[in-house]
């Protein structure tokens, strides 16, 4: 069974530009969540989503928006870019939404915001 | 909220020698509890989880945790590391059960060992 995965692997972008990161889940999973992780702030919850819809959402400004498609894939879009945002970005999914599923993690978009 | 703690930002440890990375977390209900790790350029995978029964979880790789209720306490240990066990490590909680579900990490342990 493939894993997570996500396009592009690597970004380079200047401040002000706006960004797409795509995931698409592991198959049969529903549930998508997006982290960002930092070398000072560690892994932090975006956002999550399950049946096309926003379930969570982190302590993120407005600039950070996701969406998630009928097939499950879904995608986070960052507006504005600022040096910052300078991150690698995880999406991470599970077959069901509750707190006994593991997540399985992709390999990340690492975002460089110059 | 639920918050965790992870005390080592950095260990350095020789081949064969015991393991212990602290983590406590806070939260005033019921929890899960995961360990994860990243080995350089890998992605981000399960070591163990702790839902509930025996407090002493083991997880792959020789890798076992405890949980210790009264501590708050999740710590990971293992016998005798391998310098392929060099990684960065994550502990993580969710509250169980329905809702909310987001698993909030503590700030990750960076695990050297020296062959």
């Known amino acids: 069974k493939a894993g997570v995965t996500q396009t592009p692997r690597y970004l380079i972008k200047t401040r002000g530009q706006q960004v797409t990161l795509s995931c698409s889940p592991i198959s049969g999973h529903r549930s998508v969540s997006w982290y960002q992780q930092t070398p000072g702030q560690g892994l932090q919850f975006l956002f999550e989503y399950f049946s096309e819809t926003q379930r969570n959402k982190g302590n993120f400004p407005g600039r950070f928006s996701g969406r998630q498609f009928s097939n499950s894939r879904s995608e986070m879009n960052v507006s504005t870019l600022e040096l910052g945002d300078s991150a690698l970005y995880l999406c991470?999914?599970?077959?069901?939404?509750?707190?006994?599923?593991?997540?399985?993690f992709g390999p990340g978009t690492r975002l460089t915001v110059l | 909220a639920q918050s965790v703690s992870q005390h080592n930002h950095h260990v350095i440890l020789s081949e064969a020698a015991s393991l212990e990375l602290g983590c406590n977390y806070s939260y005033g209900g019921t929890v899960n509890l995961f360990w994860y790790v990243q080995y350089p350029g890998q992605h981000l995978q399960l070591l163990l989880k702790?839902?509930?029964?025996?407090?002493l979880v083991k997880g792959i790789k020789g890798f076992e945790a405890e949980f210790i209720k009264s501590k708050f306490s999740f710590n990971l240990r293992k016998p005798s590391v391998q310098w392929s066990d060099t990684a960065e490590y994550f502990c993580?909680?969710?509250?169980?059960?329905?809702?909310?579900?987001?698993?909030?990490f503590g700030k990750g342990t960076k695990l050297s060992v020296i062959p």
């Open positions: 993580a909680v969710i509250p169980s059960g329905a809702g909310s579900y987001q698993l909030t």
């Open positions: 702790y839902f509930s029964g025996d407090p």
């Open positions: 991470a999914s599970s077959l069901h939404r509750d707190s006994y599923n593991e997540q399985f």
